[in-house]
């Protein structure tokens, strides 16, 4: 068994900043690439940042120079720090993994979601 945590998110104003962590836990052989994707309603999901292993990163062009994504390989953790937000950065937010299961298993992992509401 593995298990995405998402934490991190809630309200916050235009222009503030919110952190998203993602504990990564269970049956795991190795991690390979991490990334944050969100839906806001009526759209499709969305890949909003990745991080690679070696910890190369990619980010949508909506979020570049206002985003950072980060791992703590020790800890299986990803995160996501949100700055300048906008209203249009309101979704919920979910942590994907690409990981090695210790059955030796290669596949992708999903969170459950967390909430994130730009508003004033």
């Known amino acids: 068994q593995v298990q995405l945590v998402e934490s991190g998110g809630g309200l916050a104003q235009p222009g503030g900043s919110l952190r998203l962590s993602c504990v990564v836990s269970g049956s795991i052989f190795s991690i390979n690439a991490m990334g944050w994707y969100r839906q806001a309603p009526g759209k499709q999901r969305e890949l909003v940042a990745h991080i690679t292993s070696g910890g190369i990163t990619n980010y949508a062009d909506s979020v570049k120079g206002r985003f950072t994504i980060s791992r703590d390989n020790a800890k299986n953790t990803v995160y996501l720090q949100m700055n300048s937000l906008k209203p249009e950065d309101t979704a919920v937010y979910y942590c994907?993994?690409?990981?090695?299961?210790?059955?030796?298993?290669?596949?992708?992992?999903w969170g459950q979601g967390t909430q994130v509401t730009v508003s004033s």
């Open positions: 994907n993994a690409d990981l090695i299961t210790i059955a030796r298993v290669i596949r992708d992992y």
